[in-house]
């Protein structure tokens, strides 16, 4: 591939954009800062129900807003909350690097790959409506036009490297970029009948370093993590902010069993994705022992 510019995200073969990202101490506190607004507004909107059933401190309905200027703040908060919780939903990815700074991938602390979604449609015939969804959806952003992955940088002694999609790429200086090592085979048949001898100690333990150890490292998320990724959808949007509509005008009756229903599938949803992550962890620690050919001698390896 051509090289590019230091400053400048990459692009792989595949079309798999690298671009380079650094943490400062100000953009973290930012970043803590914005996420405490929003539990401050959820609050907020919380107290507001409170004033209206008269269960403040002062336990009489409208002491904190007043009679009338509840509905108004009401009105205000819930707006405004609906707005925020939808584009910190909607656009994640682009706020969380807004308090990150952008930087060369020489000097990059996480690497962000992007990589395009492919997607085929078997339909001839799509109805109007359908038509007419995907282009506001379009319009609005609403979907990510690409995959991202935010994978961290390590260093070794073959240099800088990260791991996406369980296979190491090292970065690259002349070409500004991670790739994956290719170890290229011999394409004579002598070539190939001398692969019988096996690799020296010290070209295995070299080929270890650039390419890693024959393994998919698989982890089970925690449960914050995989709350973070349930509950960070545009659905959960919707109904949160539905239900709270109802908890306002006094119907909370039927408010709370709409809480229930959110938090019990919610719940079941993330113990079934913890579940199946510990399945597929599970099943990426199988391993056996082999006979390897070493400096001439037969090892046994895991």
Not at 48 to 56: A, E, K, P, R, V
Not at 141 to 167: A, N, R
Not at 242 to 253: C, D, E, H, L, S
Request: aromatic residues 16%; neutral net charge.
């Amino acid at each position: 591939g051509e090289p590019r510019v230091a400053d400048g995200p990459a692009v792989l073969p595949t079309g798999t954009v690298q671009t380079g990202y650094r943490q400062t101490i100000l953009g973290m506190a930012m970043w803590a800062l914005y996420c405490l607004l929003s539990v401050y507004i959820m609050a907020l909107i919380v107290l507001i129900c409170l004033d209206f059933y008269g269960l403040t401190w002062h336990q009489t309905a409208g002491c904190v807003f007043g009679t009338e200027g509840m509905w108004w703040w009401m009105l205000f908060t819930w707006f405004f909350h609906s707005i925020w919780y939808a584009c910190f939903v909607i656009k994640y990815h682009a706020i969380r690097n807004f308090f990150r700074t952008r930087c060369p991938l020489a000097d990059a602390e996480e690497v962000m790959m992007w990589q395009r979604k492919e997607v085929e449609s078997f339909v001839m015939d799509t109805h109007v409506l359908v038509q007419a969804l995907r282009w506001v959806t379009d319009m609005m952003h609403l979907e990510e036009e690409g995959i991202i992955t935010f994978v961290p940088v390590h260093t070794g002694p073959q240099g800088k490297f990260v791991y996406y999609q369980y296979q190491r790429f090292l970065y690259q200086a002349g070409t500004n970029r991670y790739e994956p090592h290719v170890i290229h085979m011999p394409e004579t048949n002598g070539g190939i009948r001398e692969l019988r001898k096996g690799l020296a100690d010290t070209e295995a333990a070299h080929r270890m370093q650039l390419v890693g150890s024959n393994e998919i490292p698989l982890s089970v998320p925690s449960w914050f993590k995989i709350a973070g990724n349930e509950l960070c959808r545009f659905f959960y949007v919707y109904q949160t902010m539905m239900t709270w509509i109802y908890y306002f005008w006094a119907y909370w009756q039927v408010a709370l069993p709409f809480t229930g229903v959110i938090a019990f599938s919610a719940i079941l949803s993330m113990w079934v994705q913890r579940q199946n992550a510990k399945s597929l962890a599970q099943l990426s620690r199988v391993g056996t022992m082999c006979q390897i050919l070493r400096s001439g001698t037969w090892k046994e390896a895991r």
